[in-house]
């Protein structure tokens, strides 16, 4: 999957929750994204040139 729609489901998902959408809109597709559950290991996406 394209990073690029990672980022917009990201966003999409972090506004459905009640972020603050002036603090999500800084996510560009060239950070790295990390997802992290607790007590499990994280997931981090980012893009390979």
Same mark, same amino acid.
């Given at each position: 999957?394209?990073? $690029?729609?990672?980022? *917009? ?10 972020? *603050?959408? $002036?603090? /999500?809109? *800084? /996510? *560009?597709?060239? $950070? &790295? ?9 994280? /997931?981090?996406? $980012? &893009?390979?040139?």
């Amino acid at each position: 999957m394209d990073v $690029s729609k990672i980022v *917009d489901i990201l966003k999409q998902a972090l506004e459905v929750m009640g972020c *603050d959408p $002036s603090l /999500i809109s *800084d /996510i *560009d597709h060239h $950070s &790295t994204i990390e997802l992290s559950f607790g007590e499990k290991p994280s /997931i981090m996406f $980012s &893009t390979v040139n």
